[in-house]
């Protein structure tokens, strides 16, 4: 208990000596009084002053430059402000500054942070090496250079991105370092549940600036909605509500750093680079895609050829099992098969899929989806002995003979289909020849009836034998 | 009420007939229509007030049972009055076969119609009439015949070439649109929406004729009948009153969905 006691007295006496910190007369119990910083800089202002020994890691200059200082966030302070335990003269080299002696409050921010955790390690930051000695500079006042000398692959990939050269036109808009990653002291491991880069926590982050659509309008960012389409996307579902790390998030498509704008060759999103971006995922599909009409066609750079998204859409990807899109995605077939479009949609299959029925062939049931070919490729399932297969995935027994039905006739056109095209000009000259001496006829008789019911009216009965 | 004397034009087996025609054939109309029209908002929308279009399938297959079965009925009927050796099927005043007075009572109507000519004598089935059961004759085969091929299209693929099928769309859907053209606008007039006959003629549902009317629309058989003697045996009681108001119910609410489906599709053709 004694001991107790006592422990708790020199507590308190410690604590009555540190409250008044930073001020020189505080320090305990030394006989000689604090230096000036006059008094350091009659030494330490001499450009040539070096180490006795050099040191690893550290440089042998002892020079500190005072316009340096004066210029710095520091300005006010004194040299012993932060070299605390320092004597004019001293021979021995002083212990390194402790920031946290002043800056109390950031030590426990750093508690947990990947920085702080770093800190223990060798090569790890420590304040100055994002802050700076001498020159330390106020937090606002600090570039991504800070970020760029441990990080800086990352850096250099990022001023090559949209966020980068927005920045660098002088956006105070576009992200930055700390607008993903937050701020530096307490900044997170990607790979911690609780970090803004999380996988699952991502698209949040990125909803920070891209679900505002005045946001959007102002960069003229195409899709003002895009967080909530992808919420509401397979993706955003599988994310956000299943928490599965291998759906795909903001950064899986568009990059991280590399974030580029589609029309950009090297973006990932660039119409070219579809593909492979989903195929990082989707590879069994890629590679059926390769193979396909399109494939071939986007690979050969033809711009018009459709790529994943095209179908699919990039941030409303919906199940493929549902009737909405795959009645949808008939339309989408269309935007280019227009012709194909027009005579599908005069056959069974083409007007019951309008109405909403998905049972009855659609476009990829008989052309395929990924694997489409051209109607002219052998290997193609509407080519040749494979029709009859093709037919007979709905309609079982179909023969040979039942696939000589015309999917995509024309009875318009007298040169490729003439009995469809004399069987329509028959129905239509019956049903004209039909209504128009009916028509006439019962045209003619209504006034002429009409004249009837008023005489017989007048008449009363049995004028008219 | 001065009741005038009643005289029998269709028998039960005529009226139940001509019922399945109406049901079957609105029915058709309604559940097929929407396919034809799919393109349309209200083609769309009918299609979803029948439970979309596998219901509707599913019904208009239904409706088109209906419709083999009156055309089987009919056919069994005139099978047995040619076995019962009743004279007068194929040939003469009572038969439904066009003959050469028709052709000339169509040029006197002509000439009436002008005012050149009185009206003429029309015997029990006016040339207007002959055309309308021979377009139903003509209808039920044709449509009917193309609705097989597209109901079971594997079984027909076995002894018919599969182009058959185009056909079979192209068919369907233009001699349906003739079909639902002609009863809801040429039928209709002729038989009910005339002024004469506004709003519409019950004779169909009740099976009876006044004999005023009789004499007007039909002289030559009425006439026929009493120099022959028989006009009595074709007396009738007069229709009661559920049957008068059943023909009315009825009768109007299948002109009113005839005209509004009509109306569709004159407004889809313009529009």
């Known amino acids: ?465 | 009420m001065s009741e005038g004397r009643y005289y029998f034009r269709f028998n039960l087996y005529h009226r139940i007939l001509h019922g399945m025609v109406i049901v079957s054939f609105l029915g058709l109309a309604v559940t097929g229509l929407p396919l034809k029209y799919a393109q349309t908002g209200w083609g769309l929308g009918l299609s979803h007030a029948l439970g979309g279009p596998f219901t509707a399938g599913y019904l208009h297959r239904f409706f088109a049972i209906i419709t083999f079965s009156y055309f089987a009925l009919h056919l069994g009927y005139v099978a047995r009055l040619i076995i019962l050796r009743r004279p007068g099927i194929f040939w003469g005043p009572d038969s439904m076969v066009p003959q050469p007075h028709d052709l000339v009572q169509l040029g006197q109507h002509v000439r009436y119609f002008v005012g050149l000519g009185p009206r003429p004598r029309f015997g029990r089935w006016a040339y207007w009439e002959k055309f309308d059961y021979w377009a139903v004759f003509w209808g039920v085969s044709i449509i009917g015949a193309s609705g097989l091929l597209l109901w079971f299209p594997t079984f027909f693929a076995l002894y018919l070439p599969g182009w058959i099928f185009n056909v079979a769309i192209i068919v369907h859907s233009d001699e349906a649109l003739l079909a639902v053209g002609f009863i809801f606008t040429i039928h209709f007039f002729n038989c009910h929406l005339r002024p004469e006959k506004l709003p519409m003629d019950p004779v169909i549902f009740t099976g009876r004729l006044e004999e005023e009317e009789f004499r007007h629309e039909h002289p030559a058989e009425y006439d026929r009948l009493r120099a022959e003697g028989r006009l009595e045996s074709r007396r009738a009681d007069p229709p009661p009153r559920w049957l008068r108001n059943f023909s009315l119910v009825v009768g109007l609410s299948s002109l009113a969905v005839g005209l509004v489906l009509i109306w569709l599709i004159i407004a889809t053709a313009i529009r």
């Open chain 1, 1 to 465: 208990m004694a001991r107790l006691l006592t422990g708790l007295g020199a507590l308190l006496l410690l604590g009555s000596a540190v409250l008044p910190a930073g001020s020189a007369e505080a320090q305990p119990k030394t006989a000689e009084p604090k230096p000036s910083s006059q008094d350091c800089l009659a030494c330490h202002g001499d450009k040539d002053l070096k180490r006795g020994a050099p040191k690893p890691g550290r440089r042998d200059s002892l020079f500190a430059d005072e316009a340096v200082l004066k210029a710095s966030a520091h300005a006010p302070l004194e040299c012993v402000a932060c070299h605390r335990t320092a004597t004019a003269p001293h021979d021995t080299p002083l212990p390194p500054v402790q920031c946290a002696g002043c800056h109390d409050k950031v030590r426990a921010e750093l508690t947990g942070g990947v920085h702080a955790k770093a800190s223990g390690q060798a090569g790890a930051p420590a304040c100055a090496s994002c802050h700076g000695t001498h020159d330390v500079r106020r937090a606002a006042a600090m570039t991504i250079e800070g970020c760029a000398s441990c990080h800086a692959r990352q850096v250099d990939v990022y001023r090559g991105s949209v966020h980068g050269r927005s920045r660098q036109r002088g956006d105070g808009e576009a992200a930055t370092c700390s607008s993903c990653h937050g701020a530096a002291h307490g900044v997170l491991a990607k790979s911690d549940p609780r970090s803004s880069t999380y996988h699952l926590n991502l698209p949040r982050t990125c909803a920070q600036c891209h679900a505002d659509p005045a946001l959007a309008k102002r960069h003229n960012i195409p899709i003002a909605n895009v967080y909530q389409l992808y919420m509401d996307s397979i993706h955003g579902r599988a994310v956000t509500k299943s928490g599965l790390l291998v759906a795909a998030n903001c950064s899986d498509c568009h990059g991280s750093h590399e974030i580029r704008p589609h029309a950009d060759p090297a973006s990932r999103i660039n119409h070219a680079n579809v593909p492979a971006t989903c195929g990082a995922c989707h590879a069994g599909i890629l590679a059926q895609y390769a193979e396909s009409v399109h494939g071939k066609a986007v690979a050969k750079g033809v711009a018009t050829a459709p790529v994943c998204t095209d179908c699919h859409s990039a941030h409303q990807i919906r199940r493929v099992e549902g009737a909405p899109w795959q009645l949808d995605v008939i339309r989408e077939c269309g935007s280019c098969h227009k012709e194909s479009l027009r005579t599908y949609r005069d056959t069974f299959h083409g007007k019951v899929t309008v109405l909403g029925l998905a049972r009855v062939a659609k476009c990829a049931d008989c052309h395929g989806a990924h694997t489409v070919r051209a109607v002219d490729d052998p290997a193609s399932s509407v080519a040749g002995a494979n029709l009859v297969a093709t037919c007979a995935k709905c309609h079982p027994g179909a023969t040979a003979r039942f696939a000589e039905f015309r999917p995509h006739a024309d009875p318009s056109s007298k040169a490729k289909f003439p009995i469809l095209y004399y069987s329509y000009v028959l129905m239509t000259t019956l049903l004209i020849g039909t209504f128009a001496f009916f028509g006439l006829h019962s045209l003619l008789w209504l006034p002429r009836s009409l004249v009837e019911r008023l005489r017989r009216r007048r008449g009363g009965e049995g004028t008219q034998p």
